[in-house]
C-alpha cells in the first residue's frame, strides 16, 4: 500500500476581502465552493464510510486553501481568473440582503462585470495558474 502523500497538480482556493465578519467568512466560503463540485467533476472524491458501516457524501478530493486580501486584491484577481478562464465562483456584498438563489442571481446579473462589488471568489485550476491569480493575497489566518 503507498503512504506517499498524495500531491495534486491542482488547487482549489477561495478569496476572502479582508473586511468581512467571521460569520460572512464562513458563509462566502460554504456558497463559493458549492459552485465547484457541481461543474468540476473531477474535484470530489470517493464516499466515505465508516467503521460501523456508515455511509457519508463524498467531498473534495483535496485541500480548500483560503486567502484573505483588499477590495483591490480581490479585483485584481477576478480580472486574472477571467483572463486564465479558471473554473470560478463569485460572491458580492450584494447577496447579503438577499434571502434565496432567484434573487441571488439577479443582484450578480444586474451588475456590470467591472462594478460587481466582490466579497469573495473561489477558483480551481493548475497551481501554478491559481498561484498567479492570488498574486497579493495571503493566507486566512
Do not use: C
Not at 488547487?11 to 473586511?19: E, F, H, M, S, T
Amino acid at each position: 500500500m503507498n503512504t506517499e502523500p498524495l500531491r495534486f497538480d491542482t488547487k482549489i482556493a477561495v478569496l476572502l476581502r479582508a473586511d468581512l465578519e467571521p460569520w460572512q467568512r464562513l458563509n462566502v466560503t460554504a456558497f463559493l465552493v458549492s459552485g465547484l463540485g457541481t461543474t468540476v467533476p473531477e474535484v470530489i472524491g470517493e464516499p466515505y464510510e465508516d467503521a460501523g458501516g456508515v455511509a457519508y457524501l463524498p467531498m473534495f478530493r483535496q485541500p480548500v486553501l483560503v486567502f484573505e486580501g483588499t477590495k483591490e486584491t480581490l479585483r485584481a484577481a477576478h480580472g486574472r481568473a477571467l483572463s486564465r478562464a479558471l473554473p470560478r465562483a463569485v460572491f458580492t456584498a450584494d447577496l447579503f440582503a438577499t434571502g434565496n438563489d432567484r434573487d441571488n442571481r439577479a443582484a450578480v446579473r444586474a451588475v456590470p462585470t467591472a462594478d460587481l462589488d466582490l466579497v469573495g471568489l473561489a477558483v480551481y485550476g493548475p497551481r501554478n495558474a491559481v498561484d498567479k491569480t492570488l498574486k497579493g493575497a495571503r493566507m486566512h489566518p
